[in-house]
């Protein structure tokens, strides 16, 4: 009994042992901020020091000038001038615009509409071809490679390669041959 009592009174007289628990416990005010923990997070918000302006390249400021918008762009190419509110619209708008004898893909084309990660998006236009109002030259519109991806949805479905074949553009095994010279990027074109 003795021994217990020892450890007792050493622990009592040694430094004393806090939880993690018990240290959560201390509110503001204790620990020294009279403040409280909502006025602290405020006082911690800082605004960073502005720099100086410097010097800017005609490539910067030519990249951070205003652009006008593709919708704004193809606008000013439909001859009727009757506005877009839709992307399928917009999608078979830049189909329209490709020139006999040329491809183009469905990236190229989601990249002139400025929504680059949207390419399926544009493969969903082109299924919707036969319901636009005006005629929408789908067969010229191709996988980023020039693969003919989009021919099963031609009846019958050779026909997409018969109507690229008739406007001088060779097609073996289903890919466009010569793509890269073929190719059209609306993005450069528009």
Same mark, same amino acid.
């Given at each position: 009994?003795?021994?217990?009592? %020892? +450890?007792?009174?050493?622990?009592?007289?040694? =430094?004393? $042992? !806090? &939880?993690? *628990?018990?240290? /959560?416990?201390?509110? @503001? #005010?204790?620990?020294?901020?009279?403040?409280?923990?909502?006025?602290?997070?405020?006082? %911690? +918000?800082?605004?960073?020091?502005?720099?100086? =302006?410097? $010097? !800017? &390249?005609? *490539?910067?400021? /030519?990249?951070?000038? @205003? #652009?006008?918008?593709?919708?704004?762009?193809?606008?000013?190419?439909?001859?009727?001038?009757?506005?877009?509110?839709?992307?399928?619209?917009?999608?078979?708008?830049?189909?329209?615009?490709?020139?006999?004898?040329?491809?183009?893909?469905?990236?190229?084309?989601?990249?002139?509409?400025?929504?680059?990660?949207?390419?399926?998006?544009?493969?969903?236009?082109?299924?919707?071809?036969?319901?636009?109002?005006?005629?929408?030259?789908?067969?010229?519109?191709?996988?980023?490679?020039?693969?003919?991806?989009?021919?099963?949805?031609?009846?019958?479905?050779?026909?997409?390669?018969?109507?690229?074949?008739?406007?001088?553009?060779?097609?073996?095994?289903?890919?466009?041959?010569?793509?890269?010279?073929?190719?059209?990027?609306?993005?450069?074109?528009?």
């Amino acid at each position: 009994m003795a021994k217990t009592k %020892k +450890k007792n009174s050493s622990a009592a007289t040694g =430094p004393a $042992k !806090t &939880s993690r *628990k018990g240290a /959560a416990k201390i509110s @503001p #005010k204790r620990a020294g901020n009279a403040a409280g923990p909502r006025t602290q997070a405020k006082a %911690k +918000k800082t605004v960073a020091p502005t720099k100086p =302006p410097t $010097k !800017t &390249s005609a *490539k910067h400021a /030519a990249a951070t000038s @205003p #652009k006008t918008s593709p919708r704004e762009k193809l606008k000013s190419i439909k001859p009727s001038g009757e506005q877009d509110d839709s992307f399928f619209d917009l999608v078979h708008e830049v189909a329209r615009q490709i020139p006999h004898g040329r491809v183009t893909s469905y990236g190229a084309i989601a990249a002139s509409l400025g929504t680059r990660l949207s390419a399926r998006m544009v493969g969903w236009a082109m299924m919707a071809v036969p319901y636009a109002k005006k005629p929408v030259p789908a067969h010229r519109v191709v996988n980023r490679v020039g693969l003919l991806t989009g021919k099963h949805h031609y009846n019958p479905p050779g026909k997409m390669q018969e109507l690229l074949e008739k406007e001088g553009v060779v097609v073996k095994d289903d890919k466009v041959i010569n793509f890269s010279k073929l190719f059209w990027d609306p993005a450069k074109e528009l």
